[in-house]
């Protein structure tokens, strides 16, 4: 469930003033069709946190988009071009840089 932020806003007010507990939301606010356990995770991330926000930091990483990784991929690529009798596998590059295949194949460089 994904609250808005004037939910989350509501809800963190109201379990730090008055300590509600999840199903007390769900009782007082019976259109917003929160669910318990989302309720629960929220309330247990006000708790230990004090703060709605997600940790910095969070959420999935795309290091494939690192310049660094971008640059090395292309450089491996480019130097079988320029020397002849050089050539490395997808599994070759894959290995050296620690980027797998199957991310290889979704970059834009061109083997």
Known sequence: MVFSEEDK???KVLRQEKGY???KFIREFPNKNWSLSSLN???T????TGSVDCKP???KKHMIRIAQNVDSVEELVLSQKSALGTDKT?????????I???KLLCCKVHF
């Open 57 to 59: 930091g969070s959420g």
């Open 90 to 98: 997808i599994h070759q590059i894959a290995k050296e840089t620690g």
């Open 21 to 23: 507990g999840a199903k």
């Open 9 to 11: 806003v509501l809800i």
């Open 100 to 102: 797998s295949k199957a």
């Open 45 to 48: 991330k006000i708790d230990q």
């Open 41 to 43: 995770k929220l309330l």
